[in-house]
């Protein structure tokens, strides 16, 4: 069993900052990758950022220059530090890891169970 336990959403203005964090524990042989995605009301879920293994990293266009994403803080973490936020980022944003859990076998997708990001009115 793999579990993903996302943390750091919340209530924003606009021009601020969030950091999440997504923690993946379990039955873990390896990681290939992971990454965070956004869904807003009535709207396809979309990828947000990616960071590999090798720390190869790739963001929508849509964040880039504003988000940055990291698996340098802790062991099967990671971290979406958004900055300059604006009211199009709210959406439900839910961690991604590639988890392998036995050897010589392919990746399979796990999911958190997402982390509100709201803007203030």
């Known amino acids: 069993q793999v579990q993903l336990v996302e943390a750091g959403g919340g209530l924003v203005q606009a021009g601020g900052s969030l950091r999440l964090s997504c923690s993946a524990s379990?039955?873990?042989?390896?990681?290939?990758?992971m990454g965070w995605y956004r869904q807003a009301p009535g709207k396809q879920r979309e990828v947000v950022a990616t960071?590999?293994?090798?720390?190869?990293?790739m963001y929508a266009d849509s964040v880039k220059g504003r988000f940055t994403i990291s698996r340098k803080n802790a062991k099967n973490t990671v971290h979406l530090q958004m900055n300059s936020l604006k009211p199009e980022d709210t959406a439900v944003y839910s961690c991604?890891?590639?988890?392998?859990?036995?050897?010589?076998?392919?990746?399979?997708?796990?999911w958190g169970q997402g982390t509100q990001v709201t803007f203030s009115s």
């Open positions: 991604n890891a590639q988890v392998s859990i036995v050897a010589l076998r392919g990746p399979m997708d796990y």
């Open positions: 379990g039955s873990i042989f390896s990681i290939n990758a």
């Open positions: 960071i590999t293994s090798g720390e190869s990293t």
